[in-house]
């Protein structure tokens, strides 16, 4: 019967355990294709301010989310119903950088999401033979497609949901023979077995739960943020070719979704804060305020 | 029509001289990318007086130079220039308009023919799809309708720049023997790049407001402009929509009743469900509905529903639930007092 229960503790540990993102400290061990020279030198700020527009229209302030576009430098893109990209008229931007372009999109009347949402394509500046000085695309070759969609990725800090870290490992489980924890500060835990030692922090930014259901073709990043909204969905379709030209790829086209509740409906808006944009933007990094703290 | 003008006060005295201006018509890509001091240093050396500078159009900059007063012909040189900070500014168009009348030395051939080496010839050999627009001048010309036609031009920083040319040739009778008749030919040159991107940044304020329009309007997925208002259920379904696009909880609605019933007096709609917040009922007054107009109806329907959904009174939730609603409304009104109304209870 002991071992049993045993046997039972460490596969429900080991399930327990793989749930968690462990801590991997920076290295450049996921820097693909460097000769394609393709940097995000804005990526953070470029977030940042995607993360308060989708907030604000998560809340309806439509007014306030079309001043802070304007104030991102955001402009309609010319044609386009809903489109916006930053532009500047004399396109003082730099070749293979990328860049994002929005969409304000509607989802309709459902049950899950605030209706109102942004797509954003990463878009590559490269040279213009025809205006002699550079544009956007969308569409580029494999490498830089890959390393595109990777240099997106890299710009989250991935870490646990700080509500599941603290329950999880709150001092009351029990730990198999020779294994320990203890939490090194407020957000971070650190479990010691005789042959590792695994580092788990807390985090806005979390993988998508396993338990829940994946959106076919994308991989989702959940951003435990502040607001009424309870999380925000961040879906970031997979290398994509384009149909129409098979050696050609999409730059990475993601998706940021507001969701209304948790599964079990038992959230309410009503109980947080309106978001703030000031106090948001003025963060330097995303984890410096952990949302679900609190 | 500012330009007629300015050109009917000038008809006076522009005289008809004799003396022959040699280069009437400037080779303008040249002059693409200098700066506005340049462009006014070139005027004067081609004896051009500057007539009005700096007019500021948010980026971009208009200058005006005029021909020697003395010459048989009336020329308007117009440079437009992106200004890109205090020290930089660029050239991106150039304009050209010439008008001279018939008893002038200055002839529409010899025009047309120093038009033709610097210009006509080179978009021939470009493009076989050129054509020479004619325009009459009537009551002022916009010269941007005229078509343009694209072509590729080496600037002078020597890489190869895409570029706009207008041309356009006009006549204007005056029914005075002493003036006769005026002949305008325009001509200018712009740096496509520019000249779209001015142009959309000029477009950006009414795009950003359908951006905001269809944002606003927009509630569940339906534009509540288009939405049926005879179907009282479903506007009520926009308005439960609406509390939860505002992060609004409601409760679970098990009654549903919306129905069109005479009401007494001045009454158009009336709520029932107050403090009951598992239902919703609301009668609505057939005759005086049909007459009220779209936004007034939204209002309304957003005032009982204040009532019956939010459990608000008269005297909260600012003017959407005041106790009379006997004018108008316009949309915007809609839109704040329904904000109001909806913060009021956050």
Redesign the interface.
């Known amino acids: 019967m002991k071992k049993y229960l045993s046997i039972c503790m460490l596969l429900f540990t080991s399930i327990l355990i793989s749930q968690f993102v462990e801590h991997k400290p920076a290295n450049n061990d996921w820097d693909i294709y460097p000769e394609t020279e393709i940097n995000y030198s804005n990526g953070k700020e470029d977030l940042k301010e995607i993360l308060t527009l989708q907030s604000l229209?998560?809340?309806?302030r439509?007014?306030e989310m079309?001043k802070m576009m304007?104030k991102f430098g955001y402009?309609?893109i010319?044609n386009s119903?809903?489109a916006y990209w930053k532009?500047t008229?004399?396109?003082n931007i730099n070749e293979n950088e990328m860049e994002p372009i929005i969409y304000?999109k509607?989802?309709?009347?459902n049950n899950n999401y605030?209706?109102?949402y942004l797509q954003v394509f990463f878009s590559l500046i490269v040279k213009d033979n025809?205006?002699?000085?550079v544009s956007r695309t969308l569409k580029v070759n494999y490498k830089q497609a890959a390393r595109m969609n990777n240099l997106f990725y890299n710009l989250f800090s991935f870490g646990n949901n700080y509500r599941t870290l603290k329950s999880t490992w709150d001092g009351s489980m029990g730990l198999d023979e020779g294994v320990s924890m203890e939490w090194e500060d407020r957000y971070t835990v650190k479990l010691t077995n005789p042959k590792k030692t695994s580092i788990y922090k807390a985090s806005n930014f979390t993988p998508l739960s396993p338990f829940l259901r994946k959106r076919e073709g994308y991989t989702t990043i959940v951003f435990n943020g502040p607001g009424?909204?309870y999380e925000t969905n961040i879906e970031l379709k997979k290398l994509s070719k384009n149909p129409n030209n098979t050696s050609e790829y999409f730059v990475p086209n993601v998706t940021f979704l507001s969701s209304?509740s948790d599964m079990s409906k038992t959230f309410?808006?009503?109980s947080r804060e309106?978001f703030n944009i000031d106090f948001f933007m003025s963060l330097e990094n995303f984890n410096d305020r952990i949302w679900s703290d609190n | 029509m500012k330009k007629l003008l300015v050109l009917l006060l000038f008809i006076p005295i522009v005289s008809i001289g004799q003396k022959k201006q040699k280069g009437i018509i400037w080779d303008s890509e040249m002059l693409h990318y200098k700066s506005v001091d340049e462009i006014i240093d070139y005027n004067s050396k081609m004896n051009f007086t500057l007539v009005s500078k700096m007019f500021d159009y948010g980026?971009s900059t208009e200058v005006v130079y005029q021909n020697p007063k003395d010459s048989d012909y009336y020329m308007n040189n117009i440079s437009y220039h992106?200004i890109?900070s205090n020290e930089k500014s660029?050239c991106y168009k150039i304009e050209q308009e010439i008008k001279f009348f018939d008893f002038s030395n200055l002839s529409s051939v010899k025009i047309l023919e120093n038009l033709r080496t610097n210009y006509l010839n080179r978009f021939n050999s470009i493009s076989k799809n050129y054509k020479t627009i004619n325009f009459i001048e009537k009551n002022g010309v916009d010269y941007e309708k005229i078509s343009k036609t694209k072509y590729f031009h080496n600037?002078i920083n020597g890489?190869?720049?895409?570029l706009y040319f207008r041309y356009g040739f006009g006549i204007k009778d005056y029914n005075n023997i002493d003036v006769g008749r005026l002949k305008t030919i325009f001509i200018s040159t712009s740096v496509?790049?520019?000249e779209?991107?001015?142009?959309?940044?000029d477009?950006?304020e009414k795009?950003?407001t359908?951006?905001?329009n269809?944002?606003?309007f927009?509630?569940?997925?339906?534009n509540i402009r288009e939405s049926n208002i005879y179907d009282l259920k479903s506007m009520v379904n926009i308005f439960l929509?609406d509390c939860?696009?505002?992060?609004?909880?409601t409760p679970l609605i098990s009654t549903l009743k919306a129905t069109f019933e005479p009401l007494d007096g001045n009454t158009i709609a009336l709520s029932y469900g107050l403090d009951n917040d598992s239902a919703i009922i609301i009668k609505v007054d057939p005759e005086k509905w049909k007459k009220s107009s779209i936004q007034k109806k939204w209002y309304i329907l957003y005032h009982e529903l204040g009532h019956d959904v939010l459990n608000l009174e008269h005297g909260q939730g600012g003017k959407m639930m005041y106790n009379f609603a006997d004018r108008n409304y316009s949309w915007n009104e809609f839109f704040e007092d329904k904000k109001y109304m909806i913060n009021s209870i956050?």
């Open positions: 229209l998560a809340e309806d439509v007014d079309f304007g402009i309609p010319p119903e809903n532009y008229i004399d396109n304000i509607n989802l309709g009347s605030y209706e109102n025809l205006s002699s000085g009424k909204a209304v309410k808006p009503e309106p | 980026n992106f890109k660029y600037t890489s190869e720049a895409e496509s790049f520019f779209d991107s001015l142009n959309s940044l477009k950006t795009t950003i359908k951006s905001y269809n944002l606003r927009t509630i569940g997925g339906k929509e939860k696009k505002n992060n609004i909880t956050k």
